[in-house]
């Protein structure tokens, strides 16, 4: 193949990845309308907006309600694989502050970890950690990080969030005292699909694309992430990133 | 009372937001297509939670309207979408959106509290 024959072959293929992205977009588009009309419906006969209701009817308007969430969370999964599944995607790098990122999906998870009885504790380093990474990227990494750490803990165990720099890399490390992952599945944690068996017995509904997004979004700044875990004690991650990324 | 206009064409989600921002104590107009948006304009709403896709035109358009409007130029605009790539939210913000929510991850009642904070 010549190089304008190559070139022709890669400008054809940035334009499938396109169309795909926009087709995924369109498509999450009219999943999530569905999903919020559900949400909202059964959100306002919980307050009560239609009028009062039994104990019996907020049972099972509570389940549907958290049944449509997780609905919510799997399409946010599907968008978020949809663009960021191609190393060639590019990414807008700018210098953050990650104790201020930090602190926002923080803020985020308040309510979450609110009612799940699982409080948040961010041990906060001395000085400021600057860094170069898409926050936008980051932020959905760190994104299913809290939300497994919260899903898969147990009322009234804390998640621990740390955030450290040496001279090569910046680490974010979000600790769990919850379910953990058996031995055995933990070489397949950032495979696509991978659900570990006590995850699925726990939370039933879940894509498995989480972790492996999480895993490319890391690569893709030039870092990685860790897991450390044991069955029934917990689980660690840790986001390395190195201290200059260009 | 905060007069606070919902640009939504989706019929079903729109009389939800409304029954909700009444019930709330706000003084609710609404738009479904640029021409209702254009008339809702010229009567000075405070706060505008603005839907992206909408027939023959799209939320951008209107943003930037609203934006060089002399009376809506500084209000608070949410901009209020199931779309929610990174893209989109940047296109948002430069074009001077005070926010961008993404629907689905909200209830009403959030959205309410956020508007209120505005």
Redesign the interface.
Known sequence: MNPEELLQKIEKLEQENQNK?EVM?LV??EL??S???Q???L??FL?S?FGPITDEQKNALTQGFSQNEHL?EI??DL?NFS?NDDMHISY?IVEANLVSVVDAIIAEFSSESFKRGVPILFTKPQKEIIAHIDI??IKILLENLFSNALKYSNKGEGVEVALTQDTKNINIIVRDHGIGIPEKEQEQLFGKFFRATNAKEKESVGSGLGLYTAYMIAKHHNGTLLCHSKESIGTTFTLVLPSTVS | MKKLLIVED?T??KN??V??FN?KGFDVTYASSEEEFDTELKKDPECILLDL?LPETDGFTLLTKARHNEATKNIPIIVF??????AD??KAKNLGATDFM????F???EIVERVQEL
Do not use: C, P, Y
Request: proline share 0%.
């Open positions: 992205r977009s999450a588009h999530r309308t999903l919020t009309a949400k909202w419906m959100s306002m307050d907006d919510i399409v946010t968008i663009q807008n936008d990227k | 989706d079903f989600l939800m937001e029954t909700k019930k896709m979408s199931n779309l929610g790539t990174a939210i940047e993404i629907k689905a991850q209830t009403l009642d």
